[in-house]
Every structure is written in C-alpha cells, then in structure tokens.
C-alpha cells in the first residue's frame, strides 16, 4: 500500500513512471497500474482487494454435509479418532471429488475444524477420575501433602 500512495504521490509531482519505478525500485508496469487506477478510480481504487485464492471443489451444500460427517464422527461414543485420510476417503467416496492431502487441512480449516479438535471421547472416559487426576498434578488435593508429591 505504502508503494502505491508513494508512486500516486510522485506522480502528482510531477515524476515520470520510470523515474518513480526507479526510486520504488518495483516494476514500471506496476507504477503503470496504480497511476492508471487512481486516475480513472481515484485513490480508493489503491486499497488491496479481497485475496480469495481457488474456489473449493465443493457446493456450500456438501461442505455442509461434510460438516456434519466430521461433528457426528468426531463424537463416537465407541472411541476412535477421524483422521484427515478418512475425510478425503469420505468426500472421494460422498461427492467423486479428489483433493490432496494438504489441501484437506485447509478445508478444515475453512469449515473451522483442526487436526487436534478430532479426537472423539474415549468410551471408558471418566470425568470425575479426570478432575481427581488434575487436582493431583496441580497439588491442589488435600490429602497429598506437596512433600508427598515432589518424592
């Protein structure tokens, strides 16, 4: 942005395209743009646009579906975890639609999901023995005296 307002500035000026590239030390085909797009948009038309990158291979109604696969799979009462191979099996299988393996992760986490938040509950989780556990290793139970628990 700052290039841009310079290279406007220097035009304003008086400053050639060349002379300005030169100094910005960018493109002349750059300058080029940016006095054409104030000229004829004015200085607003500078600001950067919106970078959106490659639309997804899926409709907003099949990644809401896949969504939906992944929350219901992530939360098995029987254990288990869903890994990103099993979500690219599951869209290949669901829709006929191939993606790599790193481009699973960016679609999690256009959906807002991660790698770490799909471990589901383990079926013989205890919450209780979970909350007896952290006060242990936190020191904070009162029948362990500190001494007790730096032996």
């Given at each position: 942005?700052r290039n841009?307002?310079?290279?406007?500035?220097?035009?304003?000026?008086?400053?050639?395209?060349?002379?300005?590239?030169?100094?910005?030390?960018?493109?002349?085909?750059s300058v080029?743009?940016?006095?054409?797009?104030?000229?004829?948009?004015?200085?607003?038309?500078?600001?950067?646009?919106?970078?959106?990158?490659?639309?997804?291979?899926?409709?907003?109604?099949?990644?809401?579906?896949?969504?939906?696969?992944?929350?219901?799979?992530?939360?098995?009462?029987?254990?288990?975890?869903?890994?990103a191979k099993?979500?690219?099996?599951?869209?290949?299988?669901?829709?006929?639609?191939?993606?790599?393996?790193?481009?699973?992760?960016?679609?999690?986490?256009?959906?807002?999901?991660?790698?770490?938040?799909?471990?589901?509950?383990?079926?013989?989780?205890?919450?209780?023995?979970?909350?007896?556990?952290?006060?242990?290793?936190?020191?904070?139970?009162?029948?362990?005296?500190?001494?007790?628990?730096?032996?």
């Open positions: 942005m841009r307002y310079l290279a406007v500035s220097h035009f304003v000026d008086g400053k050639s395209r060349t002379e300005i590239a030169k100094y910005l030390k960018v493109a002349r085909g080029n743009i940016w006095v054409h797009k104030y000229l004829n948009e004015g200085i607003d038309a500078l600001n950067e646009g919106r970078h959106t990158g490659r639309p997804t291979k899926l409709s907003a109604k099949q990644l809401e579906q896949l969504s939906s696969f992944i929350k219901e799979n992530s939360t098995l009462a029987n254990g288990g975890r869903l890994q099993d979500i690219q099996s599951y869209i290949t299988e669901h829709f006929s639609v191939e993606y790599e393996m790193s481009n699973i992760y960016l679609l999690l986490h256009h959906l807002n999901f991660s790698w770490i938040n799909s471990l589901s509950m383990h079926p013989k989780q205890d919450e209780s023995a979970q909350a007896l556990f952290k006060k242990l290793l936190d020191g904070n139970e009162p029948s362990h005296s500190m001494e007790d628990t730096v032996r």
